[in-house]
């Protein structure tokens, strides 16, 4: 498909979201993008993988206001569109090890084509996008001082460590 096609796709796939998540009283912030044709290129070349394996080829993220919002709008999702076998991942109730947390499904959507789906909070997509440090910061009101200070170097300092450790 051409970027423009996807772009459609996400883009009615993100209409439909929107109304049934609203229908059932789920205030959520939908975004969404068509991968790059670069991207996809890096990730086949990456991954060892031809392009049908690629199911992230068209994404959205919902973002919502509760945890317990999240598992209902995968119950949305997964009402809408048939999920891929093998292809959901709970990051929520199992997070990644540098507090990454999210809930990641594939579906088959409109047209019969892959669209992979990311549904989390605010305050872990805050995580996702700046890191927990930015996190805490957030979490202090912003301001600067020893305090914040200390906790960014030990996180700098835990960090190394696992580095090196991986050496």
């Not at 068209?58 to 317990?68: G, L």
């Not at 009101?141 to 580095?163: A, H, M």
Request: hydrophobic content about 35%; some cysteine; glycine content about 6%.
């Amino acid at each position: 498909q051409k970027r423009r096609e996807r772009e459609q796709l996400v883009n009615e796939s993100i209409k439909i979201l929107t109304e049934r998540l609203s229908s059932v009283g789920v205030k959520a912030e939908i975004q969404g993008r068509p991968k790059h044709f670069y991207s996809i290129y890096k990730k086949m070349l990456k991954d060892n993988k031809d392009l049908g394996e690629i199911y992230d080829l068209s994404a959205i993220r919902i973002i919502v206001e509760t945890i317990k919002d999240c598992y209902g709008a995968l119950g949305i999702v997964h009402t809408l569109w048939k999920p891929l076998p093998g292809r959901f991942k709970d990051y929520i109730a199992m997070p990644k090890s540098n507090m990454y947390q999210s809930l990641h499904t594939t579906v088959i959507g409109i047209d019969g084509k892959p669209l992979e789906i990311q549904i989390r909070t605010l305050e872990m997509h805050r995580i996702s996008e700046y890191g927990i440090a930015a996190h805490w910061r957030y979490k202090e009101g912003g301001k600067t001082d020893k305090e914040f200070e200390k906790k960014l170097s030990w996180l700098r300092q835990l960090i190394e460590w696992q580095q090196d450790l991986k050496d």
